[in-house]
């Protein structure tokens, strides 16, 4: 019999995304500009790697913190819709759920960010929510969770006691300071997933080679998403690049979380680090092809099937 899906807990992060698509010009201040398309839907990136990781397969619970209104409600059943257990969920009447704006377009995107619970999960309530069944803890936007960033080092400790492997995205520092308590952090995280702006603020090394051996630390495993040159890492002392998949994106928000959702998937399931990967830039290129961070995220066979169409499996 194949081996049940690892059952894998999610503490973050929870808002709802404005992504308006394909700006005639970017917004400069005393302007207005048009967009192509307006979508109201599913932000955060925990809850887009939890997406990510139910549409492939696995077993997801999440545990977070929204507002007793409209957008959290969205949220929460757009959660359960990938098939998320929500039980975990905080409804606090004192909060208002986050929201991000995304302006995007095929070259680049900016995001303007209203905390409000975003910033209100605490390890307190991660730890109450218990362990206890769950094979894997995953956590992002490290530098936006004001309240659970203090605990993250001693929530990956005690999720490590009960049995569970840990893996961490830092997200950006809004700013800009990369703190140095991410580095002991470290040291309790078995899969770390930042990008390329990311390892760069936080190692202050442009080439992600460099950074990539500056974060070494015996425990950790860093996976860089280097956007179109896809993505890095170390094996050992042997570095290891694989390439961007060739897509016409067109909306890359979401990407990177689906890429840690499907990294995480085969890492779980003890693929070698290459096949990990490659199957990890899958799922990122997939979910760039459809508006919204979740609408285009891969099952299993869709994204084998991509990855033999494209000649990478």
Not at 44 to 66: E, P, Q, T, W
Not at 81 to 97: M, N
Not at 190 to 218: H, M, W, Y
Not at 267 to 287: D, I, N, Q, T
Request: glycine content about 10%.
């Amino acid at each position: 019999m194949p081996n049940p899906a690892p059952k894998i807990l999610i503490a973050g992060e929870l808002n709802v995304d404005l992504i308006l698509r394909n700006y005639q010009s970017f917004p400069a201040l005393g302007r207005e500009v048009l967009v192509e398309d307006a979508v109201l839907t599913l932000g955060s990136a925990s809850a887009l790697c939890a997406s990510g990781l139910a549409r492939l397969g696995n077993a997801v619970a999440f545990v977070g913190k929204v507002g007793v209104d409209s957008w959290g409600e969205l949220c929460k059943q757009s959660l359960q819709g990938f098939g998320v257990d929500t039980s975990r969920i905080i409804s606090d009447s004192a909060l208002k759920t986050g929201i991000t704006v995304s302006i995007t377009s095929t070259r680049d995107r900016a995001f303007i960010t209203f905390l409000g619970s975003i910033a209100a999960l605490s390890a307190e309530d991660v730890l109450e929510s218990g362990f206890q069944g769950f094979d894997h803890l995953h956590i992002s936007s490290f530098f936006l969770q004001h309240h659970l960033r203090p605990g993250v080092r001693r929530l990956f400790a005690a999720a490590h006691s009960h049995g569970l492997t840990t893996s961490l995205d830092p997200g950006c520092d809004p700013q800009g300071t990369w703190g140095p308590d991410l580095t002991e952090v470290l040291l309790e995280v078995d899969v770390f997933l930042p990008n390329e702006i990311e390892l760069a603020g936080i190692t202050g090394c442009s080439q992600s080679e460099e950074a990539l051996r500056k974060l070494a630390n015996r425990r950790t495993l860093t996976v860089a998403k280097l956007g179109s040159q896809g993505c890095a890492a170390l094996e050992g002392d042997r570095f290891v690049a694989i390439p961007a998949f060739p897509v016409k994106p067109l909306d890359t928000t979401g990407a990177g979380d689906s890429f840690n959702a499907g990294f995480l998937h085969a890492w779980l399931r003890g693929k070698p680090l290459r096949v990990a990967m490659e199957f990890a830039a899958a799922c990122g290129a997939l979910s760039t092809l459809v508006s919204g961070g979740s609408a285009g995220q891969a099952t299993e066979q869709e994204a084998e099937r991509f990855m033999a169409e494209k000649g990478q499996r």
